[in-house]
Nanobody, 123 residues
Framework: QVKVVESGGGSVQSGESLRLSCATS????????IGWFRQAPGKAREGILC????????YYSHSDQDRFAISRDNAENTVYLQMNSLKPEDSAVYYC????????????????WGQGSQVTVSS
């Protein structure tokens, strides 16, 4: 079965960095897009970044290109989200998700989801 698993979250102070990992199973990253999303309490889930072979790196409308970056390690079938200069407003549950072929900013377009990884940023 297709499976995606997030890891790397935790509690940090403002200005620190984290790198989240999304380990995938039974997915050929040449043909599947991997997106990163986050959801804070009481707020809607929002897209951050996405990566696909067809499009490369896709920055969504509200993403911060100066602080966030996405990459992948094909040998490990893993996609990463690098987050720098974290702020309290970045606190959320972070999810990775898989969608066939190309990226989408709409969470409902993605077929497979991880369980989420909590990121808490204190001031």
């Amino acid at each position: 079965q297709v499976k995606v698993v997030e890891s790397g979250g935790g509690s940090v102070q403002s200005g620190e960095s984290l790198r989240l990992s999304c380990a995938t199973s039974n997915i050929n990253l040449d043909y599947w897009a991997i997106g990163w999303f986050r959801q804070a309490p009481g707020k809607a889930r929002e897209g951050i970044l996405c990566l696909s072979n067809a499009e490369g790196r896709v920055y969504y409308s509200h993403s911060d290109q100066d602080r966030f970056a996405i990459s992948r390690d094909n040998a490990e079938n893993t996609v990463y989200l690098q987050m720098n200069s974290l702020k309290p407003e970045d606190s959320a549950v972070y999810y990775c998700a898989a969608k066939f072929r190309t990226c989408s900013e709409t969470p409902g377009r993605f077929d497979y989801w991880g369980q989420g990884s909590q990121v808490t940023v204190s001031s």
